[in-house]
T-cell receptor, first 112, second 112 residues
Framework: NAGVTQTPKFRVLKTGQSMTLLCAQDMNHEYMYWYRQDPGMGLRLIHYSVGEGTTAKGEVPDGYNVSRLKKQNFLLGLESAAPSQTSVYFC???????????FGPGTRLTVL | DQQVKQNSPSLSVQEGRISILNCDYTNSMFDYFLWYKKYPAEGPTFLISISSIKDKNEDGRFTVFLNKSAKHLSLHIVPSQPGDSAVYFCAASAQGAQKLVFGQGTRLTINP
């Protein structure tokens, strides 16, 4: 039982490049979330999903897109990376009935 | 507008003493509160939670207090241990809401 996993762990991009971050969970959770963590800002919600095939915007969605084609996977895409997207990205998932979110180990992204 | 605030970016405590981490919120609709702990290069892990129908919840060395009239919660760690050194995030949600709102985090350092 791996819990929540994120791929890749580290990535360096040049401005304008695109990439996709993968989040996978093996707990059969309905809800999945993408956050970014920046110094002094805490965790800010980018996008989330309440079930397979659904997505919704969070607090800071601009510049990101997401897809939830399979229940266990939640993908975060950057179509044209900008230096402001340099951050640590965390994925989380939870059961519908509780508010305890389980987090992945994070992806450190640097955009030059 | 920051709905959940942790006004102390850092806190240093002697081993064996009590650590008190504070969190304030502005949204009166919040009715469920959580504390997460985060070590470097890892994702946040759930620590303890409290519902608005209670004013205290204990779990071993960790106690969370909720003062609804003041819109304030605190996490007490007694006695503090070196392994408690981490960043602590408080988070809040409103009934039926699918999202958590996080504070900025407080870095706790326990000195031997």
């Amino acid at each position: 039982n791996a819990g929540v996993t994120q791929t890749p762990k580290f990535r360096v991009l040049k401005t304008g490049q695109s990439m996709t971050l993968l989040c996978a969970q093996d707990m059969n959770h309905e809800y999945m979330y993408w956050y970014r963590q920046d110094p002094g800002m805490g965790l800010r919600l980018i996008h989330y999903s309440v079930g397979e095939g659904t997505t919704a915007k969070g607090e800071v969605p601009d510049g990101y897109n997401v897809s939830r084609l399979k229940k266990q996977n939640f993908l975060l895409g950057l179509e044209s990376a900008a230096p402001s997207q340099t951050s640590v990205y965390f994925c989380a998932s939870k059961q519908g009935a509780t508010d305890t979110q389980y987090f992945g180990p994070g992806t450190r992204l640097t955009v030059l | 507008d920051q709905q959940v605030k942790q006004n102390s970016p850092s806190l240093s405590v002697q081993e064996g003493r009590i650590s008190i981490l504070n969190c304030d919120y502005t949204n009166s609709m919040f009715d469920y509160f959580l504390w997460y702990k985060k070590y470097p290069a890892e994702g946040p892990t759930f620590l303890i939670s409290i519902s608005s129908i209670k004013d205290k919840n204990e779990d071993g060395r960790f106690t969370v207090f909720l003062n609804k009239s003041a819109k304030h919660l605190s996490l007490h760690i007694v006695p503090s241990q070196p392994g408690d050194s981490a960043v602590y995030f408080c988070a809040a949600s409103a009934q039926g809401a699918q999202k958590l709102v996080f504070g900025q985090g407080t870095r706790l350092t326990i000195n031997p």
